[in-house]
C-alpha cells in the first residue's frame, strides 16, 4: 500500500510543470492594441526590423520597457528635482502642520494591579538563595518524581508552573506533586534566569 501511495506520489511530481520563478529581468514588450491581429503582434522585432528596414519613430514610442517582477513603476519622491516641480515649500509646510496637529501625546498611566492572589515568580527568584537540585524541603511521596513528569506537561511554561507551585502551597507543601526533589523549584523552573538580571 505504500509503494503504491508513493508511486502515486511521485507520478503528481512528475507530470507538474516547471515554472521558472521572476528573476526581475527587464523585458522589452510591444503594446498590443486590440485591432491589430494576433500574429502580427507575436513578430519579434528582428523580423520586423528585417521586413520593414528600420523602425519608425511610432514603432519606437511604441515600444514598452516592462519591469517582470511585478513593480512596474519607480517611485521618484527621493528624486529633488521631480519632487518640486509638484509639491511646493508651502504644501510641505501645510503638511507639516497636518501632522503636528495630530500628534497627541499620552500621558503615561499607572501599572494595573494584578488581580487575585497570583504568586510572583520573580520576587521568589530573587529572594530564594538555594540552587537548582539543592533540597531543603521534605517530600514524602514516593511516587514524587513519575507524578511530577505526568502533573509538569499541563503547563506551558515553567513560569507557569512555578507560579502553580507556589499559589498551591509552595514551596513547603508540595500539593500538586510539581517538585520532587523538594528544591523549591517546580518542574523545569529555574531562578537563574531572573537572578542574572541583578548581576
Known sequence: MRLALTLLALLALAACNHVTPDDGAVVERMQ??????????????????????????????????VISNDNPEISDTQDFGALTERVTIEDDKAL???????????????????KGNAANVVEYALKSTNKVGEKIYSRSNPLGKALAKRNCQQYR?????????????GPKRDNKNLDPDGDGFACAWTPDTYRKLLQ
Open 32 to 65: 498590443v492594441n486590440d485591432d491589430v491581429p494576433l500574429e502580427e503582434a507575436e513578430k519579434t522585432t528582428e523580423e520586423e526590423e528585417e521586413e520593414d528596414g528600420e523602425k519608425t519613430e511610432e514603432q519606437e514610442e511604441a515600444k514598452i520597457v
Open 96 to 114: 507639516l502642520k497636518a501632522q503636528r496637529d495630530k500628534f497627541k501625546v499620552i500621558a503615561p498611566t499607572a501599572l494595573p494591579s494584578r
Open 157 to 169: 511554561l515553567p513560569d507557569d508552573a512555578q507560579a502553580a507551585f507556589l499559589g498551591a502551597g
